[in-house]
């Protein structure tokens, strides 16, 4: 637990860096058209979401709200020049009243022109909605003109334009209202047609570049993970001595989803995002600075909140994750040790242990809540402040002329917009943490280096097998082996026993090439066993372990020889179509040795195959091992002397030496270790069997 402990510690520490980077965005090779269609798509979808408030206030300042506004000259002659330039500069907007007089149309003026018309007082506050005559179709001409004619007295002409200030609209009727306004009314329509096609826009090519996002991640992590575990099953066995079996299956598992969620929920979003935000400033720039340097002020207050959030949250999540992977692995040990637990009556000790981490767990995430507590609503009462501030400072602007209603009403919108994101902060920074810690994990396990698959991977295995001067140790601090030297001769049934520890699994573990001898070299049929392939060394090697593992039901490899090999034992074929944890420990080493005999290969390792067969079963295997052997070279590791009396030849190794060697007869003529070791079993047998 000390060494998870330092691993997630370490990892709150890491970033990324370029090698990092590089290696992550290689899985997207494939899929880099369908991802910068994405990215396109979702531009489309950033411009879109800008343009629905920026129609909203065209409809209000153009059409919704009457556009027409009176300039009166003054005597100044820099006022006169201005009104006098808009004039010539916009001559189909700006129509004379009189020498001193003009109604302009405000909403087709430049900001710049209409802010310094407001600025200088040379507008009218009010607004008047002007009717040009002379552009009506026959019969819209006679109706307005019946209105105007009817209400003389709201009513004023100036040339082709009939004009009426906003707040003389109310003394007219509905349908009066509906037949002056109705061109305004088309272009509202039409504007709310657009802005529904946008919305439109902004489903459809959010849902493709959703889709095409998830495909693309789903198709990377399906590939990612195939590589990962494919690299996984090329690793030495030195490296799954060092790294747990559940630190990669979450490696193969939840970190490559970690990843997965970074390129669909935080890559490409957040560079959408940016472009909004930057749109959003840009638009709101135009249409009012000094209301934007407020609202930027106040992003900028916000983003330094969310950095100072970023920081602590890196703290208090690494913290959560370290207390929940404890909280795991203390559940895990104490289901799978629940017999031990009742056996020693420490349920209410364990319960103590397990209520401390279960504490530890808790404040850590108490702590991540106090985080978000606090981060959340500083957001939104930042957001909520800021629409408070839009409105009261907006809201003046309007009344004084220095803001359209329209533009207001946008304003608020892009706050929206604009805050959105860094409501997402939060959840996006621990998806990116996450991806960030997974990725250097991944990148880490597929740089580890693979057992070497190179030499002789053909030819006629005859199984001699020989040992010259063999060193080892797997800590290069302790010898397990010493200047180890012997010799199986094709077709020659080898006994080795010794001590529990002296070195007998470590010599089966050599002959396979899962590790590596410090000293000496290893003969197969004359050639040293590093110029041969390991898969070709160990398809011509059957062996059993006294670690048995079953993949679960149908364990069989499909040859039914096994089953004929050994037809006095049990019916084999039932055992291995049986789930792995329905059978016994006893069962499961039957179908270890059927499978085993089903190779056919000239050299056979039974390392304690049958200690957890009865006596009777074991000594039919024997029998069967002796009539089915057919030339096979068999190498016998068991503690149990009685396994080994019929053996061509028994070695003794004891701390990492051979002391002896000979036959069963020999060595108790000897009388040294064997000796010892069988008269000691045969006193515990002999006692064991006394009448009660």
């Given at each position: 637990?000390?060494l998870?402990?330092?691993?997630?510690?370490?990892?709150?520490k890491?970033?990324?860096d370029?090698?990092?980077?590089?290696?992550l965005?290689?899985?997207?090779?494939?899929?880099?058209?369908a991802?910068?269609?994405a990215?396109?798509?979702?531009?489309?979808?950033?411009?879109?979401?800008?343009?629905?408030?920026y129609?909203?206030?065209?409809?209000?300042?153009?059409?919704?709200?009457p556009?027409?506004?009176?300039?009166?000259?003054?005597?100044?002659?820099?006022?006169?020049?201005?009104?006098?330039?808009?004039?010539?500069?916009?001559?189909?907007?700006?129509?004379?009243?009189?020498?001193?007089?003009?109604?302009?149309?405000?909403?087709?003026?430049?900001?710049?022109?209409?802010?310094?018309?407001?600025?200088?007082?040379?507008?009218s506050?009010?607004?008047?909605?002007?009717?040009?005559?002379?552009?009506?179709?026959a019969?819209?001409y006679?109706?307005?003109?019946?209105?105007?004619?009817?209400?003389?007295?709201?009513?004023?002409?100036?040339?082709?334009?009939?004009?009426?200030?906003y707040?003389?609209?109310?003394?007219?009727?509905?349908?009066?209202?509906?037949?002056?306004?109705?061109?305004?009314?088309?272009?509202?329509?039409?504007l709310?047609?657009?802005?529904?096609?946008?919305?439109?826009?902004?489903?459809?090519?959010?849902?493709?570049?959703?889709?095409i996002?998830?495909?693309?991640?789903?198709?990377?992590?399906?590939?990612?993970?195939?590589?990962?575990?494919s690299?996984?099953?090329?690793?030495?066995?030195?490296?799954?001595?060092?790294?747990?079996?559940?630190?990669?299956?979450?490696?193969?598992?939840?970190?490559?989803?970690?990843i997965n969620?970074?390129?669909?929920?935080?890559?490409?979003?957040?560079?959408?995002?940016?472009?909004v935000?930057?749109?959003?400033?840009?638009?709101?720039?135009?249409?009012?600075?000094?209301?934007?340097?407020?609202v930027?002020?106040?992003?900028?207050?916000?983003?330094?909140?969310?950095?100072?959030?970023?920081?602590?949250?890196?703290?208090v999540?690494?913290?959560?994750?370290?207390?929940?992977?404890?909280?795991?692995?203390?559940?895990q040990?104490?289901?799978?040790?629940?017999?031990?637990?009742?056996?020693?009556?420490?349920?209410?000790?364990?319960f103590?242990?397990?209520?401390?981490?279960?504490?530890?767990?808790?404040?850590?995430?108490?702590?991540?809540?106090?985080?978000?507590?606090?981060?959340?609503?500083?957001?939104?009462?930042t957001?909520?402040?800021?629409?408070?501030?839009?409105?009261?400072?907006?809201?003046?602007?309007?009344?004084?002329?220095?803001?359209?209603?329209?533009?207001?009403?946008?304003?608020?919108?892009?706050?929206?917009?604009?805050?959105?994101?860094?409501?997402?902060?939060?959840?996006?920074?621990?998806?990116?943490?996450s991806?960030?810690?997974?990725?250097?994990?991944?990148?880490?396990?597929?740089?580890?280096?693979?057992?070497?698959?190179?030499?002789?991977?053909?030819?006629?295995?005859?199984?001699?097998?020989?040992?010259?001067?063999i060193?080892?140790?797997y800590?290069?601090?302790?010898?397990?082996?010493?200047?180890?030297?012997?010799k199986?001769?094709?077709?020659?049934?080898?006994?080795?026993?010794?001590?529990?520890?002296?070195?007998?699994?470590?010599?089966?573990?050599?002959?396979?090439?899962?590790?590596?001898?410090?000293?000496?070299?290893?003969?197969?049929?004359?050639?040293?066993?590093?110029?041969?392939?390991?898969?070709?060394?160990r398809?011509?090697?059957?062996?059993v372990?006294?670690?048995?593992?079953?993949?679960?039901?149908?364990?069989?490899?499909g040859?039914?020889q096994?089953?004929?090999?050994?037809?006095s034992?049990?019916?084999?074929?039932?055992?291995?179509?049986?789930?792995?944890?329905?059978?016994?420990?006893?069962?499961?080493q039957?179908?270890?040795?059927?499978?085993?005999?089903?190779?056919?290969?000239?050299?056979?390792?039974l390392d304690?195959?049958?200690?957890n067969?009865?006596?009777?079963?074991?000594?039919?295997?024997?029998?069967?091992?002796?009539?089915n052997?057919?030339?096979?070279?068999?190498?016998?590791?068991?503690?149990?002397?009685?396994?080994?009396?019929?053996?061509?030849?028994?070695l003794?190794?004891?701390?990492?030496?051979i002391?002896?060697?000979?036959?069963?007869?020999?060595?108790?003529?000897?009388k040294?270790?064997?000796?010892?070791?069988?008269?000691?079993?045969?006193?515990?047998?002999?006692?064991?069997?006394?009448?009660?």
């Amino acid at each position: 637990m000390a060494l998870m402990d330092n691993e997630e510690a370490k990892k709150g520490k890491k970033t990324y860096d370029l090698k990092l980077i590089r290696w992550l965005f290689g899985y997207t090779r494939p899929y880099r058209t369908a991802m910068f269609l994405a990215l396109v798509f979702m531009i489309i979808t950033a411009a879109l979401e800008l343009t629905v408030p920026y129609i909203a206030k065209l409809a209000v300042d153009k059409y919704i709200y009457p556009s027409w506004r009176i300039a009166e000259l003054s005597d100044k002659d820099t006022d006169r020049k201005l009104v006098l330039d808009i004039k010539d500069k916009y001559s189909n907007l700006v129509v004379p009243i009189n020498q001193n007089s003009y109604l302009i149309d405000m909403s087709e003026i430049d900001n710049e022109d209409r802010h310094n018309l407001e600025k200088l007082g040379l507008v009218s506050k009010e607004r008047y909605l002007a009717i040009n005559q002379s552009g009506l179709s026959a019969q819209d001409y006679k109706k307005v003109n019946t209105i105007v004619s009817n209400n003389k007295s709201i009513f004023k002409e100036t040339g082709a334009y009939d004009y009426i200030s906003y707040t003389s609209l109310g003394q007219l009727s509905r349908s009066e209202l509906l037949v002056l306004r109705s061109d305004e009314i088309k272009q509202v329509v039409r504007l709310a047609s657009l802005l529904l096609l946008c919305l439109l826009g902004v489903f459809i090519f959010s849902t493709l570049y959703t889709y095409i996002l998830n495909y693309s991640g789903h198709k990377i992590m399906h590939r990612m993970r195939v590589n990962v575990f494919s690299h996984i099953l090329k690793l030495p066995q030195t490296f799954f001595d060092k790294n747990p079996v559940g630190r990669l299956s979450t490696r193969v598992t939840n970190d490559v989803n970690a990843i997965n969620e970074m390129y669909t929920s935080v890559m490409v979003q957040f560079f959408k995002d940016i472009l909004v935000v930057i749109g959003v400033f840009v638009v709101m720039y135009f249409m009012n600075k000094t209301l934007t340097v407020f609202v930027f002020i106040l992003t900028l207050l916000m983003l330094i909140f969310a950095s100072l959030f970023r920081m602590k949250l890196k703290t208090v999540y690494r913290d959560v994750r370290i207390s929940i992977a404890k909280l795991n692995a203390f559940v895990q040990e104490s289901v799978r040790g629940i017999i031990l637990i009742k056996l020693y009556n420490k349920e209410i000790e364990n319960f103590q242990k397990f209520k401390g981490i279960n504490s530890e767990n808790y404040k850590a995430n108490m702590d991540q809540l106090w985080v978000y507590a606090t981060f959340r609503p500083f957001i939104e009462f930042t957001s909520v402040f800021t629409v408070a501030f839009i409105l009261w400072y907006g809201g003046l602007k309007v009344l004084t002329l220095d803001l359209t209603l329209g533009a207001l009403i946008a304003y608020l919108y892009y706050v929206r917009l604009l805050f959105r994101p860094i409501m997402e902060l939060a959840e996006k920074y621990n998806i990116f943490q996450s991806a960030a810690a997974a990725t250097e994990n991944l990148y880490e396990l597929v740089n580890a280096t693979p057992e070497e698959n190179s030499g002789r991977n053909e030819g006629e295995i005859k199984g001699e097998i020989e040992f010259k001067n063999i060193w080892f140790s797997y800590d290069d601090k302790e010898w397990v082996l010493k200047n180890i030297s012997f010799k199986l001769n094709p077709g020659e049934t080898v006994a080795l026993v010794g001590l529990t520890g002296s070195g007998k699994t470590t010599i089966v573990n050599l002959i396979l090439r899962f590790y590596e001898a410090q000293k000496g070299e290893i003969l197969l049929d004359g050639v040293n066993i590093r110029n041969y392939n390991p898969n070709f060394l160990r398809d011509n090697i059957s062996a059993v372990f006294q670690d048995l593992f079953l993949f679960g039901k149908n364990t069989s490899d499909g040859n039914e020889q096994s089953t004929n090999n050994m037809p006095s034992i049990r019916n084999m074929s039932r055992l291995a179509q049986s789930d792995r944890n329905l059978i016994s420990s006893g069962e499961k080493q039957l179908v270890s040795i059927s499978q085993a005999f089903s190779k056919n290969a000239k050299f056979m390792i039974l390392d304690e195959a049958t200690s957890n067969i009865d006596a009777n079963i074991e000594k039919r295997i024997q029998e069967t091992i002796r009539k089915n052997g057919n030339g096979t070279t068999t190498l016998i590791i068991a503690h149990r002397l009685s396994n080994v009396r019929e053996a061509d030849r028994i070695l003794v190794i004891h701390k990492g030496e051979i002391t002896e060697s000979g036959n069963h007869a020999s060595l108790l003529a000897q009388k040294g270790i064997y000796f010892n070791l069988y008269n000691l079993q045969n006193e515990i047998h002999r006692f064991s069997t006394l009448p009660s």
